[in-house]
Nanobody, 116 residues
Framework: QVQLVESGGGLVQTGDSLTLSCTSS?????????MAWYRKAPGKQRELVAA???????NYTESVKGRFLIYRDNTKKTTWLQMNSLKPEDTAVYYC?????????WGPGTQVTVSS
């Protein structure tokens, strides 16, 4: 069984930075897993924020391009989401997601609140 543990959420002000981390444990090879961060804001659907493949290829949703950075360390089985220039509209619960083939896993989520 794969487990994902997130940390780093909190309350910040507009323009601040915050870095989320997600550490993975359990079976299946982390190096070939695609890791991602999703978020769900109140009243909105959950959306993909950023994803990074095992080879380091990353993609981002348009609204965070240039502000967020996703990166990983396969030796530590950890993925980070560095969030800069935060805006109130970034307020949401952020979820770590791992995909190994047809197997998907979710973290419990961490709250990020950006005050104006």
């Amino acid at each position: 069984q794969v487990q994902l543990v997130e940390s780093g959420g909190g309350l910040v002000q507009t323009g601040d930075s915050l870095t989320l981390s997600c550490t993975s444990s359990g079976k299946y090879y982390f190096t070939i897993a695609t890791m991602a961060w999703y978020r769900k804001a109140p009243g909105k659907q959950r959306e993909l924020v950023a994803a990074i493949a095992g080879d380091g290829t990353a993609n981002y949703t348009e609204s965070v391009k240039g502000r967020f950075l996703i990166y990983r360390d396969n030796t530590k089985k950890t993925t980070w989401l560095q969030m800069n220039s935060l805006k109130p509209e970034d307020t949401a619960v952020y979820y770590c997601h791992r995909k190994n083939g047809f197997n998907f896993y979710w973290g419990p989520g961490t709250q990020v609140t950006v005050s104006s």
